[in-house]
């Protein structure tokens, strides 16, 4: 059974003030004496309210400011992202507020108190693993990217998973690639990815997809699985990687092993990082257009926003992917590689 939320009045009897004292309270007031003020904001903290914004935003209380919660800005993935929603906000005079899940892990902190805590109108959610109850009843949230969970009533602006691996797969399988090795990690769009990767295997007899991942999607990540798909399955002839990171540490396996890449070995990534178009890697990548999936959802969320919390209708927009073909992908050797590399 899911815990009910606190309410306003809740708090007041908890506090023993009256419930527009509480409202005083939260919203500043100075009319609220400081040792009650103390009383009202105890009593909130400790049952785990947060005031309805929808209420807020009906009394025309407006901060002129969205939040974006990010997993960790060390991921390239979150670049065109970024500059897709501050390219939507611009243009209205809104700020962006931006809280890195990642930054203040060691403490306990709640990533999303802090976005909340600013009094952001609308909220855009590009992260995992997120304790959703800190998010306010009635505050308008659009969930950017594919996520294992979402907030109940969110909007949801992701790429098509499913029609980005069909291209990467159709891409090595045209190559002459009959033996993939698919890198990948937890999260939501890893699992996707995955889950898409083996529907569209189990549609050709003629092919092989094997997997290989632990608990990440980083570049040491990438580089273990490729070390021990090569190790393992001589055949592997490709390297399908959840992302453009996991790429990387894939490149950096091939060239301890003395693979050539793409003669002896291709390589593709995901995500279309600025990291795959440097010259040195030139890495074939599938497109998700982040930037677009950034800019459709802060355009969402100012919607949701000017028409009110609540009542307005959850949407779930797919945006169909592509394809950057670079010099890490090739046709497949016609020589089996020996189990040494």
Do not use: C, F
């Amino acid at each position: 059974m899911p815990t009910r939320r606190p309410t306003i009045i809740d708090v007041a009897q908890r506090a023993g003030v009256s419930k527009s004292l509480v409202s005083m309270a939260l919203r500043g007031d100075p009319g609220v004496s400081p040792a009650r003020r103390e009383a009202v904001l105890r009593a909130a903290d400790q049952l785990g309210y947060r005031p309805n914004r929808a209420a807020s935003l009906l009394a025309g209380t407006r901060s002129d400011t969205v939040g974006v919660v990010v997993d960790d800005l060390r991921n390239p993935w979150y670049l065109p992202l970024l500059a897709g929603i501050r390219g939507a906000l611009v243009p209205h005079g809104l700020r962006l507020t931006l809280t890195d899940a990642a930054m203040n892990r060691h403490l306990g902190a709640d990533p999303l108190d802090d976005a909340v805590s600013l009094r952001v109108d609308g909220l855009i959610m590009a992260a995992e693993a997120l304790d959703h109850r800190a998010v306010p009843e009635g505050l308008p949230v659009v969930v950017a990217g594919t996520r294992a969970q979402r907030p109940e009533g969110a909007a949801v602006v992701a790429a098509d998973e499913g029609a980005g691996i069909r291209l990467a797969l159709d891409h090595l399988w045209g190559l002459g690639h009959r033996e993939v090795a698919h890198l990948t990690g937890p999260g939501g769009s890893a699992t996707a990815r995955r889950e898409a990767a083996e529907a569209a295997a189990a549609e050709r007899p003629d092919v092989r997809l094997t997997m290989e991942g632990e608990d990440a999607t980083t570049e040491e990540a990438g580089y273990a699985a490729t070390l021990r798909a090569l190790r393992d399955r001589p055949g592997v002839t490709a390297i399908l990687a959840a992302n453009d990171v996991m790429a990387m540490g894939a490149l950096a396996a091939a060239r301890e092993l003395g693979l050539r890449v793409p003669e002896d070995l291709s390589v593709m990534g995901h995500d279309a990082s600025p990291l795959a178009a440097s010259p040195l890697l030139r890495l074939t990548t599938v497109d998700p257009r982040n930037d677009d999936v950034g800019r459709a959802a802060a355009e969402l969320l100012l919607r949701m926003i000017r028409g009110g919390a609540e009542g307005s209708p959850v949407e779930t927009t797919l945006l169909r992917p592509g394809l950057i073909a670079r010099r890490s992908t090739g046709a497949a050797p016609t020589r089996r590689r020996d189990a040494a590399g």
